[in-house]
């Protein structure tokens, strides 16, 4: 679990900050037969603390899939970014903001980033034999 924790940030007076860590998403997030990733997920946090204790978390993603490409089933691995900006508020609300009290934990944020950035295929590029088929 990655957490920030607001309060203790609050008291030491660190209003904005820059995290970079790695976590191992659940494959669960894949959706895209005979995939898994290969390695934790790579994440670039900067953190910002508002006035009214809400908080700013903007960043980047990098994860590698592998796995059969879904044209050719040639193995493949392939490295995709994504971004990560979500608003964390202490009250609860309609709005998609993410809620917190106290300690922010980063987990369902940065799985919906990876969800975002998650490609529909994993393709093994321009070689992929499928493709060069459907050329000619």
């Known amino acids: 679990m990655v957490q920030i924790d607001v309060r203790k940030l609050n008291a030491k007076k660190q209003y904005a900050g ?29 953190y910002e603390i508002l006035e009214d204790d809400s908080v700013e978390v903007t960043g980047t993603i990098r994860f590698v899939l592998k796995g059969n490409c879904s044209r050719c089933l040639k193995e493949t ?11 964390f508020v ?8 993410y809620f ?3 300690t922010i934990d980063l987990t369902d944020c940065l799985n919906d980033a990876v969800m975002i950035a998650m490609p529909s295929l994993l393709e093994c590029g321009e070689e ?9």
Do not use: M
Not at 20 to 46: G, N
Not at 90 to 97: A, F, G, N, P, Y
């Open 128 to 136: 992929c034999v499928s493709l060069a088929w459907k050329e000619q």
């Open 100 to 102: 917190y009290q106290n």
């Open 77 to 87: 691995q392939r490295e995709f970014t994504g971004e990560v900006d979500a608003y």
């Open 18 to 46: 820059d995290l970079s860590f790695t976590y191992v998403a659940a494959d669960e997030l894949i959706s895209i037969p005979f995939v898994q990733f290969s390695a934790p997920v790579d994440v670039k946090l900067h």
């Open 90 to 97: 202490t009250q609860k609300t309609d709005s998609e903001d």
